[in-house]
């Protein structure tokens, strides 16, 4: 009898039948499951103004709080809420919200203008609109939006946190074929279209994707991309919390502050861009420079035989013949680094792996969900985005 593949998705197979009766679970089924496993593990982490963190109870806590509130003002399965800010837990709490009360999340960017705001409004008629303290003044003052709740606290009454029912509700939740997001993408054709994804479309493509991709969860995920994006939405934050992981919300590429976040949120798993990473690269490229030329040739023999070793033996020698270096930059505690959103340089992929920072590439499109292809970690190509 043929042995059963095993999958990284084997152990929803303990909560099927109680936490959920479909092939995959909804995303409030998922965190559900999740908050079962490790309600005392941090979940949402930011660090300015003041450092915060909430454990995974301690989110399911806000979540549903502000879902009763949310179904108490006349939100029902399929109404459209709309938020737009800068990485933070109260954007995520206002995602898991809107799904727990079986709406449909929009995602908005907030880089976008002020009147290509309006217009995406407009296009997706949210009967609830979640904006940053920036914003805030300004949409609440327009009528045809929806009603107009803030992201900061510095608006306490209208505030995220401050959002409370009356009495207790039975709340219809979502299946798994139900629309979960409308995202916003301009793709190719420079004017934004709405993507349709249920949830069946991310959890499926969540868990597929750690076929190729080992996570646990003592990870630390990096929210450093716009997390309104379809990339980091599924590959950080609802990849994140499908293991129990914790998320450090970063809002800011100023390199200072990120090497800061970095550091103090003892990151293991960074999600980025080819620019950001060639960025840090060239940062720590400058640093081994400086000193001097014979240091300088003797780390680059080092980081060929770092090199020629994994692909010889599948393991990486880099992360301790680098530590020192890898520390000066912050990212000592880096696990994976995975790459998007554009081709990077072969020569920056093999830089990295070289220093012992097992990185790989992907590829996605919104209409995917985003996930299409990815290097799986043992068996990377440097000029493929897959296994071969």
């Not at 904006?131 to 949409?139: A, C, K, N, P």
């Not at 003052?141 to 992201?151: D, E, H, R, W």
């Not at 499109?365 to 000029?383: C, G, R």
């Amino acid at each position: 009898m043929k042995k059963k593949t095993q999958t990284p998705w084997d152990f929803l197979d303990a909560w099927r039948g109680t936490m959920f009766t479909g092939e995959w679970p909804t995303l409030p089924e998922m965190f559900k499951i999740s908050v079962d496993r490790f309600a005392e593990r941090p979940c949402f982490t930011v660090f300015e103004p003041d450092r915060v963190t909430l454990t995974y109870g301690e989110t399911l806590e806000k979540v549903e709080t502000l879902a009763a509130w949310m179904y108490e003002q006349g939100i029902r399965k399929g109404d459209h809420i709309a938020f737009s800010g800068k990485n933070s837990p109260e954007w995520a709490v206002v995602f898991l919200a809107t799904l727990f009360a079986g709406a449909i999340v929009v995602p908005i960017d907030y880089a976008l203008h002020d009147h290509e705001i309006d217009n995406l409004l407009k296009a997706a008629e949210p009967k609830m609109f979640f904006v940053d303290d920036e914003r805030y003044e300004l949409f609440s003052a327009k009528k045809k939006i929806g009603k107009v709740f803030s992201l900061s606290p510095k608006h306490e009454k209208k505030y995220v946190y401050s959002l409370r029912a009356k009495k207790e509700h039975k709340i219809i939740p979502p299946e798994e074929n139900d629309v979960a997001a409308i995202m916003f993408t301009s793709g190719t054709t420079g004017t934004p279209k709405g993507v349709v994804l249920t949830h069946r479309n991310f959890v499926s493509d969540c868990y597929i994707a750690q076929s190729n991709l080992s996570i646990y969860e003592t990870d630390v995920f990096y929210a450093l991309l716009p997390i309104h994006h379809s990339y980091t939405m599924q590959a950080v934050l609802i990849e994140g919390l499908s293991v129990c992981a914790e998320i450090v919300f970063g809002k800011s590429l100023a390199i200072s502050r990120m090497m800061r976040e970095l550091r103090d949120g003892k990151i293991t798993m960074l999600l980025g861009v080819p620019l950001l990473f060639n960025k840090l690269l060239a940062g720590i490229l400058r640093g081994i420079r400086e000193k001097g030329i014979l240091v300088y040739g003797a780390i680059k023999v080092l980081m060929g035989f770092s090199y020629l070793t994994k692909k010889l033996t599948g393991k990486n020698p880099g992360k301790k013949i680098f530590h020192s270096i890898l520390d000066k930059a912050s990212i000592s505690t880096l696990r994976i680094a995975i790459s998007g959103g554009g081709p990077l340089a072969p020569s920056v992929f093999r830089m990295y792996n070289e220093l012992g920072i097992d990185f790989i590439q992907g590829y996605g499109l919104t209409e995917t969900s985003p996930i299409i292809a990815l290097n799986p970690k043992d068996h990377f190509k440097v000029k493929s985005v897959g296994r071969y």
